[in-house]
């Protein structure tokens, strides 16, 4: 079905425009803005204002005012509202508040970069047409600040499904340059849909440090954990013993299967290795995975002792997810949606190449990771639950 926008729509736009000049552009925006958003409603119920059709997937529920401030000015929107089963959020507006937080994040890099903030003015007029001051700058990054504490200290409640990473990131402390660590904690509620649970920055993995981490997680409310899944790092496994004592963990296999390279004598075994390992690990249950492995270990006994010996002891660590239904087993299986996360940090955090402390790398890290969470949050179901089934 189509919508076409309203000419009277059109028409009060122009009229704002012709009566007030650029004065009335904010006001012309807000109205194209609000039709915008009344069409893509449509579109997504797949029904126009009073129209019956087979193909209807929901039913329009008003409307929710909402000021946004915009580079025109504020705007007064009217954010359409829907019932029934299906999720909607419009697009124009989500994009719209990415790009002004993309603007405040802009400003938090050069600061992290140790640009002055006559510099940081100069180039945002250049670059984005914008006439700031160097002390709106400053509120902005102190604005960029609470908004950051706030999501970072967030409640939380249940959820079942736990993933842990680590990542590096240059600063500088006490006159030298050293590797600071970058804790993430992602979790998959009961709906299925994914969330950044935290973030913190630390000069090590030490236990001490993920203890710490995991603890602020419990006390803002995190619960009804079922499974957690990270790489073997000790500071990991201590703190989730101390924290988590009695939640069944899950080694990733994506971290096995490199941990194996370091095992493997000779490069032309590798690409066989990796092959029997994902054999392994696409087991249709437990039983059957541990068949193979007890065959795979015999199988390097003789040619590669100590890769068989590693896959013995380490390889079923990895087996708890078979205590899941088939289908919830391979997005839990790994670590990747975290490594994946750990891209895009590196990615932005290469602007800055070094950040003068940890407080600078944590500010630029959490809005990055509030961006990917608001994605998430707002998007498609990331997994199927089925808590009949799990952990059988």
Not at 142 to 155: C, G, S, Y
Not at 168 to 196: F, H, M, P, Q, W
Not at 312 to 320: D, Q, R, V, Y
Request: charged share 25%; with cysteine.
């Amino acid at each position: 079905m189509t919508h076409q926008i309203d000419t009277t729509v059109m028409a009060q736009a122009m009229e704002q425009i012709v009566e007030q000049g650029f004065g009335g552009l904010n006001n012309a925006v807000a109205i194209l803005l609000n039709e915008a958003m009344k069409v893509e409603r449509s579109r997504v119920l797949q029904a126009g204002p009073w129209q019956r059709t087979e193909e209807r997937q929901g039913y329009a529920n008003g409307y929710k005012p909402k000021k946004v401030d915009t580079r025109l000015g504020k705007l007064s929107l009217q954010i359409p509202q829907v019932r029934g089963e299906i999720e909607f959020y419009p697009s124009a507006l989500d994009r719209g508040l990415r790009s002004e937080r993309a603007l405040k994040l802009a400003m938090a890099e050069m600061y992290v970069k140790g640009v002055s903030t006559r510099k940081v003015t100069g180039i945002l007029e250049k670059l984005c047409g914008l006439e700031v001051t160097s002390t709106q700058v400053s509120r902005a990054a102190a604005l960029l600040d609470e908004e950051i504490a706030k999501w970072r200290n967030r409640p939380l409640n249940s959820f079942p499904f736990l993933q842990l990473d680590a990542t590096y990131e240059k600063i500088r402390c006490d006159g030298s340059v050293v590797s600071c660590a970058v804790l993430i904690a992602t979790g998959i509620n009961d709906e299925g849909k994914r969330t950044v649970l935290g973030v913190n920055v630390s000069l090590s993995e030490a236990e001490v440090h993920w203890r710490q981490f995991l603890s602020s997680l419990k006390r803002r409310g995190l619960h009804g954990v079922k499974m957690i899944t990270s790489d073997d790092h000790q500071g990991i496994k201590a703190a989730l013993k101390s924290t988590f004592n009695g939640v069944p963990w899950n080694r990733c296999h994506v971290h096995l299967q490199r941990n194996a390279n370091q095992y493997v004598p000779k490069m032309h075994m590798r690409s066989a290795v990796a092959q029997d390992i994902r054999t392994i690990f696409n087991a249709p249950d437990q039983e059957e995975a541990e068949r193979l492995l007890e065959k795979t270990v015999t199988k390097y006994k003789k040619s590669a002792s100590r890769l068989a010996a590693w896959m013995e002891e380490n390889l079923p660590e990895g087996f708890t997810v078979f205590g899941l239904p088939v289908h919830q087993r391979r997005r839990l299986r790994s670590t990747n949606m975290l490594e994946r996360i750990n891209k895009e940090i590196k990615r932005r955090t290469k602007v800055a190449t070094l950040f003068p402390n940890e407080s600078s790398l944590l500010r630029l890290v959490s809005a990055i990771l509030m961006e990917i969470s608001d994605e998430w949050e707002t998007g498609k179901r990331y997994l199927k639950m089925d808590t009949a089934e799990t952990f059988n």
